[in-house]
T-cell receptor, first 109, second 113 residues
Framework: EDQVTQSPEALRLQEGESSSLNCSYT??????LFWYRQDPGKGPEFLFT???AGEEKEKERLKATLTKKESFLHITAPKPEDSATYLC??????????FGTGTKLQVIP | DGGITQSPKYLFRKEGQNVTLSCEQN?????MYWYRQDPGQGLRLIYY???????QKGDIAEGYSVSREKKESFPLTVTSAQKNPTAFYLC????????????FGEGSRLTVL
């Protein structure tokens, strides 16, 4: 069975304190790994797609990396507006996308 | 602006009543999806549709029904057979031949009283 596990469940950072979120996965064949940001009461917003081990993508203070077993979302010098829940999802085949339960990030001014 | 519109944003229902959630997109995407989100759980797929007049069950389709009469519309009916319908419902879409990334609406929160 395909599984996606995100850790930690919650993370509290001081403004400017860099850290990483983890997404480990066990799937039969990875076609793509996605990161989304979700604000309270809103739909998820697409951030990145990673396709193969070694790939990296960046957007502002966020950088996503991928290995054969896990992905990291690195947050450099976060600001309070980065506070949100970050979701990881894996695309296994055709229309099968499995989501993790998310990491709730809080950045304190 | 292109996007996905879900309505209503909040909905209250009495037990035993059916309720329909609306999802409309103007992105010209072929595939549309309905997900359910509960606290502490990942998004779970209810139904998806690749083309008009065709749809497939997802992982948790029991107690739900959908229709796809138009490319831009994919309404979800939560029936009285759904044992635990209180949840946050998300509609999403992807273009044909897309790489799998989903474009989501703002969600509809259903509460059963």
């Amino acid at each position: 069975e395909d599984q996606v596990t995100q850790s930690p469940e919650a993370l509290r950072l001081q403004e400017g304190e860099s850290s990483s979120l983890n997404c480990s996965y066990t799937v039969s064949g990875l076609r793509g790994l996605f990161w989304y940001r979700q604000d309270p009461g809103k739909g998820p917003e697409f951030l990145f797609t990673l396709y193969s081990a070694g790939e990296e993508k960046e957007k502002e203070r966020l950088k996503a990396t991928l290995t054969k077993k896990e992905s990291f979302l690195h947050i450099t010098a976060p600001k309070p507006e980065d506070s949100a829940t970050y979701l990881c999802a894996v695309h296994v085949f055709y229309q099968k996308v499995t989501f993790g339960t998310g990491t709730k990030l809080q950045v304190i001014p | 602006d292109g996007g996905i519109t879900q309505s209503p944003k909040y909905l209250f229902r009495k037990e035993g009543q059916n309720v329909t959630l609306s999802c409309e997109q103007n992105l010209n995407h072929d595939a549309m999806y309905w997900y359910r989100q509960d606290p502490g759980q990942g998004l779970r797929l209810i139904y998806y549709s690749q083309i008009v007049n065709d749809f497939q069950k997802g992982d948790i389709a029991e107690g739900y029904s959908v229709s796809r009469e138009k490319k831009e519309s994919f309404p979800l009916t939560v029936t009285s057979a759904q044992k635990n319908p209180t949840a946050f419902y998300l509609c999403a879409s992807t273009p044909e031949g897309g790489t799998g990334e989903l474009f989501f609406g703002e969600g509809s929160r259903l509460t059963v009283l």
